[in-house]
């Protein structure tokens, strides 16, 4: 899911950009952080550690099986505008784990484009400007112009298939674990590749690059 927005003001600061972690910096986080029974935020429950330790082989799931098809690959390499992705997560989000790892490899692909992670609990008066649908939903990302902060855009928390059978399972009020079952079965099977057809128009738009599918039509005519 995503929005454009066209930003008077620049919500993230270089004081959220200097206290911002890598991704690479995430990982070693959340590993430090299972070695001794916790999780990022304030619940350490064991539900929320074990959640936390799912979710790392998530991420290496992904980080393993997402390969960029060779559209999107152009397209990164074509990108003029130096941008910063902000991507308020945390630990323990299942949607977060399923998304990064591929928002990550999209960012490495363009030598324009850094990604920046911020924990949401720790940003609470940055994550209230980024709600959907009300609620402090994520993985969110928001791009920046590397030079002026200001925002380009924003995605999250999923990708809109993903959203759709979310937004279903919750309507039928179907029980937890049949949820999780089905919303992470759904991200197993898709591999990412709704989340790149998704960011192909963001990218371009973000970018003030044509869309492929612009391209294509000048050339049809």
């Known amino acids: ?21 890598s991704y690479a910096q995430y990982r070693d986080l959340i590993d430090n952080l299972l070695a001794a029974g916790k999780t990022t935020g304030t619940d350490h429950s064991d539900a929320m550690v074990e959640y936390t330790r799912m979710n790392t082989h998530r991420m290496r ?4 099986v997402t390969v960029l098809d060779d559209e999107l690959v152009q397209l990164l390499l074509s990108v003029q505008t130096k941008m910063i992705w902000v991507v308020l997560t945390e630990a323990w989000c299942g949607d977060a784990a399923q998304s990064l790892p591929a928002i990550v490899k999209m960012a490495d692909a363009s030598p324009l484009i850094d990604v920046k992670l911020l924990l949401r609990d720790e940003n609470p008066e940055l994550m209230d400007q ?9 993985p969110k990302l928001i791009a920046l112009d590397a030079e002026t902060l200001k925002v380009l855009g924003t995605w999250g928390p999923r990708p809109e298939p993903a959203q759709q059978l979310f937004t ?54």
């Open 1 to 21: 899911m995503a929005e454009t927005l066209n930003a008077t003001t620049t919500p993230i600061t270089s004081e959220h950009l200097e206290k911002a972690i």
């Open 130 to 138: 980024f709600l959907t649908n009300g609620g402090r939903s994520i």
């Open 61 to 64: 799931r992904v980080e393993k």
């Open 168 to 221: 279903e399972l919750k309507a039928q009020n179907v029980p937890y674990t049949e949820f999780v079952e089905k919303l992470h079965g759904w991200y197993a099977k898709n591999k990412s590749r709704s989340l790149q057809q998704e960011f192909k128009p963001l990218i371009a738009e973000w970018s003030e690059l044509r869309s492929p599918a612009d391209v294509a039509v000048e050339r049809c005519s």
